[in-house]
């Protein structure tokens, strides 16, 4: 809740690994007035000293659901947490989570169908009983060729072995939640962004978004 006790206008960005996402939220630290709220990677990296995130890409079949399940709550978290300024801006959300990472789980049988269950089940009693706040999404929108290529040269080291495929596979996905509209719901109105760009021109890219999200003449 903002100080004047009006909900904060709440922005999910979204896109593929390596899209840029974080980039984009430090576009707004410049900004007075907003709340940014990172991914939580580094909690799924350290959760009482075990690297859930590489266990996830070690051996999915045994992780997946662990890791699905601590991503959920940890993104229901930021759901949840008040931001005491008009805007708030978030990386990802319960539903790409659900609709892009669960569900390619599902489809290539990474995780049984029972655990498929219990997790959809998950996500379907908070979507009707806890208020997920979104006004608008930013979809940061890459070619897979361009994000494996930035994937590899940060190297982070637990997606090493992330093969071409699985981004190709995760970009279909974010494209049929977002721009296709293959399940029921989109939270939210979503602005697209061109994020091949490299970081020398994305900035300009970015500014394309400063007067929805803000919501003033910028
Ligand atoms: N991940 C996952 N399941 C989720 C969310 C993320 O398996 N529900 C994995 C994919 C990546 C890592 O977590 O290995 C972080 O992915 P993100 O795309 O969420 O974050 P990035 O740091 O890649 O974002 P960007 O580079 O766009 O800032």
Redesign the pocket.
């Known amino acids: 809740m903002s100080a004047n006790n009006v909900k904060p206008f709440t922005v999910f960005v979204e896109?593929?690994?390596?899209?840029?996402?974080?980039?984009f939220l430090e576009h707004f630290r410049q900004f007075e007035d907003i709340t940014l709220l990172t991914?939580p990677?580094e909690m799924?990296r350290d959760l009482k000293g075990c690297n859930l995130?590489e266990l996830?890409?070690k051996d999915p079949e045994k992780w997946a659901m662990t890791?699905?399940s601590y991503?959920s709550l940890t993104m229901l978290d930021m759901h949840r947490r008040p931001a005491p300024t008009p805007v708030k801006l978030m990386?990802?959300s319960l539903f790409?989570?659900r609709y892009?990472?669960?569900e390619h789980m599902m489809r290539n049988n990474t995780l049984h169908p029972a655990q498929f269950a219990v997790l959809d089940e998950w996500f379907r009693f908070i979507q009707h009983n806890i208020p997920i706040d979104a006004d608008l999404i930013v979809y940061?929108k890459t070619s897979p060729s361009i994000v494996y290529q930035?994937?590899k040269k940060?190297a982070?080291s637990?997606?090493q072995c992330?093969p071409l495929s699985y981004i190709e596979e995760l970009h279909r996905l974010h494209e049929d939640w977002l721009i296709n509209r293959i399940h029921a719901e989109c939270p939210a109105p979503v602005l697209v962004l061109d994020a091949d760009l490299d970081l020398s021109q994305i900035t300009d890219e970015y500014k394309r978004s400063e007067h929805q999200i803000l919501r003033k003449a910028v």
């Open positions: 896109g593929n690994i390596g899209s840029g996402k974080t980039t991914e990677v799924w995130l996830m890409y890791f699905q991503v990386e990802r790409s989570a892009c990472f669960v940061l930035r994937i940060r982070r637990e997606e992330v």
